[in-house]
């Protein structure tokens, strides 16, 4: 595939030639080599937000800090692109339930499903069904063996 490199699990690596156009422009926006959270939110658009919602870009953030020193670097930056716009459907996932999985113990339970679909309805406003409402009509459907909790989706497993 031209300049584009396999990686692990498939990835097609971003070619060189377009990293180095994303690194020119990182390092013209962000000279410091280092995007704050605040530059994250305005680049996205996403000041103003209510708390809850504002908690949740947040958390994303935190997920592209890899190295959790406050800041995204270009390393951190290109792999965060190259996930979203590169990766597969798999990788996307494992990332969402890493991102939704707020205490880390490798499953979702009810109160995380349930701040999730608060966070959802916080950014786009949206209130057919109350989250608790739309909570147990998923957990209903999922939690297949009655546990409490949603470890896999799609029978991926998400921590090896």
């Not at 300049?3 to 422009?25: D, F």
């Not at 704050?36 to 994303?60: I, R, S, W, Y």
């Not at 965060?80 to 339930?97: E, I, P, S």
């Amino acid at each position: 595939m031209g300049n584009s490199k396999s990686i692990a699990g498939g990835q097609t690596t971003i070619p060189a030639k377009e990293t180095y156009v994303w690194y020119r422009k990182f390092m013209m926006e962000y000279p410091s080599g280092l995007q704050t959270l605040h530059e994250f939110k305005t680049l996205l658009g996403l000041q103003g937000l209510n708390q809850k919602a504002n908690q949740h870009v947040d958390q994303v953030y935190n997920t592209f800090d890899m190295n959790k020193d406050g800041f995204i670097d270009f390393v951190e930056f290109i792999a965060a692109v190259n996930l979203v716009v590169r990766g597969k459907m798999d990788q996307k996932l494992k990332w969402y339930f890493k991102l939704y999985d707020a205490d880390g113990n490798g499953s979702i339970d009810k109160k995380e499903l349930l701040n999730i679909f608060m966070t959802v309805q916080n950014l786009n406003g949206q209130q057919t069904l109350s989250p608790e409402e739309f909570t147990n009509l998923v957990f209903h459907n999922i939690d297949i063996n009655h546990d409490g909790k949603a470890a896999t989706l799609l029978g991926l497993t998400f921590f090896s």
